[in-house]
């Protein structure tokens, strides 16, 4: 194949991509990343998910390095509060991020780290030669063009890459529902706080109720208020037994993440069949912000004043790697000796119905994700971040959170950074190297390396 050369090419610039491209070429690989919208970020930027769970486990903090620094300088942007404690209590940390402030501030880091990046650009074909990726095909503008590539990272959220490879994937049956999240303001979230201290049966709630009161919104629950709308035909398109937002960091506003829609059957916006399953999502959320301005306590004097570009699809196709971490090893917290990443949201499923499974994770509180599920065996320079590397389909809805899914985008970006030089999975040294480059990116990957933020911690234990 001819064409440009790269030693590392990432496909999709979502965050996992985003975090790949850049620890690639902070690495010193000349690396491009591939991105099919006009913007990098995925489902931070144009799906609009907020907050991000979680950066933490109950021993400290599990996700460090490019995430990391992330998050510090949306924090210097006044975009980001930081990690801060769930008033749900559903995760160790939250981190409240402003949705629209993360795609240009992921160009901005991309420009210092010399990422190359094609974006509005598709993938159309993957060329396999003597077991490694040998170049892909990609589109732009009408007009196709060939990369080489010395290995190459799917961030695609689809294991689109590795379906392209001939790599096994899996679609699980039951995919968790899509979402369309949108933004209120002028939201008192002060008389929302006085509520849910008055009527904590109605609420999902840290039992630490102090938490209420750092000044951070996030709402689980108005059970008996939604039941009763559902029975009067008020919320006749809501299939839910509870409302669900979280604040930004704004203070007047709310990111609402309420609504549910079957998974579309591609996850191509420009698709018709995308489009319809969007339009079904527009009317649920005209029914729902309006019930909310008129009913719930707090938005009174709120209106809607923005909707996600993109629907908020939690599931799709996943590699079929050398290891499919399974829930019990979510469950009981194991790890691995070639641990690449750690996991410490619980297991979270949203039900098709209106309820959620969860189940916490068992041992410290956190887990290991091997090497084998970012890797299969017969594509030696392949390397898939992200939603669409190797889980079941209940350890996924663990692991397909976005620090997780970050923290396996800078082990997939280092991983990729080896096999160009030579030292693909199963090479001699390889966990030494990775182990090297991954310290002095700040990664944490093994439970021995587990950073403690002081800062956090004191704040997490606040009086």
Known sequence: MTGERYQVVVV???MAGTVAALTAARL???TLLVERSAELGGVASRAWVTPWQSFHSPRGRVVGGIPQL???RLVEMGACL???PDPIGFAPSLTPVEPRAVAPLLVELAREAGVELSLETSLTGVEVEEGRVAGLTLARGGEESQVRAGAVVDATGSALVARMAGLPTELSEERQPASLLFRMSGVDGGEIIAYMEENPEEFVLNPDRRVLRLGY?????????VREARERGELRLLNRDRVLFFGLPSGDEVIVNTTRLEPPPTDDPSSPHYQRYYRE???QVRELAGWMVRRLPGFARAEMTGLAQELGIRESFRLVGAYLLSAEDVLSGRHFADSVALGSFPIDIHRQDAGLESYPIGGEGDYGIPLGCLHHPTVANLYVAGKGASFSHRAFASARTIPTA???GQAAGILA???SEGMAAGSPGLGESFGELARGLGHIHRPEQIVRDQLTRNFLSAD
Request: negative net charge; charged residues 10%.
């Open 406 to 408: 970050m923290s396996l």
């Open 82 to 84: 930081g990690h801060v």
């Open 28 to 30: 010193g690989a000349r």
């Open 417 to 419: 950074f080896l096999a």
């Open 281 to 283: 999502g527009v009317e």
């Open 217 to 225: 919104l996030a709402v689980s629950g108005f059970f008996s208020l």
């Open 70 to 72: 992330i998050v510090e």
């Open 12 to 14: 999709g610039g979502g």
